[in-house]
């Protein structure tokens, strides 16, 4: 009598699983590695965003962060930097007391903002986003941030952004059906 195995899974079903598992491990594992110094971080940050918001930066929407400090805190990854916008140019800093504007949320937040796979005034209502301080500068930079035009980005760093905010929203969608079916079955109708 001949032993009939289960088919192994394809390639590509192995490939999603195994991306799956990195995209929810990525957060604790940036967590844990050791930081380089603020000064790399400063300048690599500094050039990457003038490049990514020279647009931005010419129609003068961050003009309303001029001698105002924004920090950012991304919460699972243990991230935390302030942004200003001085000399025509955004500028990092790790030296700031007091912000007067907090975004602070979880990467998988900023992954789905970033990518447009979620609609910004939805995370912010949800608060899955978090502003905290001055709300009139608050609602000015959310408003910058509604303006970015992805498009004009690196096609290479969008297809990043896709890819993992594909998985981010695969993995909830996932878990949201698990969730209902659990609960469903649970219940008698």
């Known amino acids: 009598m001949k032993k009939v195995f289960p088919m192994p899974p394809s390639p590509t079903v192995v490939a999603q699983k195994v991306a799956q598992k990195m995209s929810s491990d990525i957060p604790r594992i940036i967590k844990h590695l050791p930081k380089p110094p603020f000064i ?36 699972d990854m243990g991230l935390s930097f302030f942004l200003t916008f001085r000399d025509e140019q955004l500028q990092l800093s ?33 608060r899955r986003l978090l502003i905290e301080g001055d709300t009139e500068l608050a609602l000015a930079i959310k408003n910058s941030i509604d303006g970015i035009d992805f498009d004009n980005w690196p096609a290479w ?18 878990t949201s ?3 209902s079916q659990h609960e469903f079955g649970h219940h008698h109708l």
Do not use: H, Y
């Open 94 to 126: 790790n030296q700031i007391t007091q912000a007067d504007v907090i975004f602070s949320g979880n990467s998988k937040e900023f992954i789905l903002l970033a990518s447009r796979s979620e609609d910004p005034d939805t995370l912010f209502f949800q």
């Open 157 to 174: 760093l969008n297809q990043i952004i896709q890819k993992v905010a594909s998985f981010v929203t695969q993995e909830e969608s996932e």
């Open 177 to 179: 059906r698990t969730f």
């Open 40 to 75: 790399l971080q400063k300048k690599l940050g500094e050039k990457i965003l003038g490049k990514l918001m020279a647009e931005q930066i010419e129609m003068g929407d961050f003009d309303c962060l001029a001698d105002k400090w924004v920090n950012i805190v991304v919460n």
